[in-house]
């Protein structure tokens, strides 16, 4: 089983730039799909970027699209999430998991946080 461990995150003012990395250990990273998720206070976790296992494939959901750029590097076993023009709306914790495919990523890490100040 793969294990996935976050960094990067922190606080922010808005506008700014985060990129978060997420390391990967365990099994072998360039056969999995992976993502970026998002869980805000009182919301539900949701999908923000995917990527598939050779990185042919990307999909971003609406409301960060512009602003996010997902990466792997298969050679690092690191999964990389770009983040720009950051807003307040994207306070969360940000998890990264992994799966067999870009729609079917069940295994996650602990999570970093997030914070953009106004």
């Known amino acids: 089983q793969v294990q996935l461990v976050e960094s990067g995150g922190g606080l922010v003012q808005a506008g700014g730039s985060l990129r978060l990395s997420c390391a990967a250990s365990?099994?072998?990273?360039?056969?999995?799909?992976m993502g970026w998720a998002r869980q805000a206070p009182g919301k539900e976790r949701e999908f923000v970027a995917r990527?598939?296992?050779?990185?042919?494939?990307?999909d971003y959901t609406e409301s960060m699209k512009g602003r996010i750029t997902i990466s792997r590097d298969n050679a690092k076993n690191t999964l990389y999430l770009q983040m720009n023009n950051l807003e307040p709306e994207d306070t969360a914790v940000y998890y990264c998991?992994?799966?067999?495919?870009?729609?079917?990523?069940?295994?996650w890490g602990q999570g970093t946080q997030v914070t953009v100040s106004a």
């Open positions: 998991a992994a799966g067999p495919n870009m729609f079917r990523l069940h295994v």
């Open positions: 365990g099994s072998t990273f360039s056969i999995f799909a």
């Open positions: 990527i598939s296992a050779n990185g042919g494939l990307r």
